[in-house]
């Protein structure tokens, strides 16, 4: 069973709503990573913290997402506006911190846009 | 920029077959390469990874994946694989300066006869 947790499992949106999904790292991990896969191939690397602190991101989530790590035990991506092309299975990972660590990935979030 | 590319996105053989999933790679500077498996419907599970010393490395249920710098390859290797190896196999690449981020190949699907 996957030591990373991920609510929902399932997320259904209409064009033009907000999202939001939750990542409960493993705990002691202090690295957290979002990627996205569609077509369940194809995983885009999003954003990463590190302590809690943003330091690697793509554009479109500057642009059109929300990424915060309140807690070392919580951290949420939020959409601000959905599009069809959101549509997509969201994973997220911790790992201890380490460069070359592996990743423990949860179950994902999977996000349906209509 | 670093690019990880996987020449085969299905591949077929039947239980007690050897199998060879390929991946290559482009970047000149220090890596880490690994492989991660997606069983259908759930998170990624890492299997193994290489930054330096024996090309050989093992990984969890029999895999082994060989590192070869000549041919930019890291090609993942099962003597005889099981039915419940039948997954997506990724391979990924981890740039101490692009960030801790992995960069993910396309994957293969790998279905496993009975």
């Known amino acids: 069973d996957a030591a990373v947790t991920q609510k929902p499992r399932y997320l259904i949106k209409m064009k033009g709503q907000e999202a939001e999904m939750k990542c409960i790292p493993e705990k002691g991990h202090t690295a957290v990573f979002w990627y996205q896969q569609k077509q369940s191939k194809e995983l885009k690397f999003l954003i990463y913290f590190q302590n809690q602190q943003p330091l690697d991101q793509i554009d479109m989530v500057k642009e059109r997402f929300s990424a915060v790590c309140p807690s070392s035990s919580l951290c949420s991506l939020g959409i601000r506006t959905c599009e069809a092309e959101d549509s997509a299975l969201y994973l997220c990972s911790s790992s201890p911190g380490d460069w070359g660590a592996e990743q423990y990935f949860g179950p994902g979030t999977r996000l349906t846009v209509l | 920029t670093q690019t990880v590319s996987q020449s085969d996105a299905h591949v077929t053989v039947f239980e007690g077959d050897s199998v060879e999933l390929r991946c290559n790679y482009s970047y000149g500077g220090s890596i880490y390469l690994s492989w991660y498996i997606q069983h259908h419907g759930r998170g990624l599970q890492f299997l193994l990874k290489?930054?330096?010393?024996?090309?050989v490395v093992q990984g969890v249920n029999g895999f082994k994946a060989e590192f070869s710098k000549s041919d930019s390859s890291f090609h993942l290797r099962k003597a005889s694989v099981h039915w419940s190896d039948s997954a997506v196999y990724f391979c990924a690449v981890s740039a101490r300066d692009m960030g801790y981020k992995l960069t993910f190949g396309t994957g293969t699907s790998l279905l496993v006869d009975p």
């Open positions: 290489y930054y330096s010393g024996n090309p």
